[in-house]
């Protein structure tokens, strides 16, 4: 029995390399938001033309209608046995919203899947001049898609691929500038969250400077042992 999880923290901390060990850990889906957009947008369903309507005036996608969407991919089979949302919720409201679907769905069935439990929030925690390094320092092989950071896993040779010779090319929305407005548009948006779950006593923090595997077992800790009645 799984449930609900949610793993939040700014950019470069780590968040898809968790979700991907814990779904691959638990056999539960990862649902993200981007996905689920893209999906319905391409299936031309009901609520993809609602999105590419929106999309074609340049306004951003209401909560209601990311609601939606998350509504119809929760109630498929899969997730029966839990989940791991990714890039939901984003605000406060959207977190009231899944509080209000899950309460809705186990008092409307007595035999509601585990999935319904109240969510196992993640908070990956690093320090900003740190998250700047590992956004700024990455650089990855155009031919062969390694990636490296010039601060922490540098190449033998500045600016070539260890592999094949292939030279860096940097992300465009990886410069010092991009990172810094992403960074604070996580806080604005996004941290408002952190104290919603930690007054609701669904939070666990754990520290994102650490390797891989040992922030991955924390990560499972929490979730089989965290009190969600």
Known sequence: MVGTIIVLG????????????????YGIPQVSTGDLLRDNVARETELGLRVKALMGTGALVSDDLVCDMVAERLRRPDCDRGYILDGFPRTVVQA???????????SGNGSAPSSDMKPVVIRLVVEYNRLLQRITGRRSCPT??????VYFQPPKVDGICDVDGGRFVVRPDDTEEVVVERLKAYEKLTLPLVDYYHT????????????????????FSAIENVNRL
């Open 96 to 106: 009231e919203w899944l509080d209000r679907y899950l309460k809705s769905r186990q």
């Open 144 to 149: 062969c898609g390694r990636i490296y950071n």
């Open 200 to 219: 609701k006593g669904r939070l666990v923090e754990i520290n994102g400077d650490q390797p891989v595997e040992l922030i991955a077992a924390q990560a």
């Open 10 to 25: 700014p950019p470069g901390a780590g968040k898809g390399t968790q979700a991907k060990l814990i779904s691959a850990t």
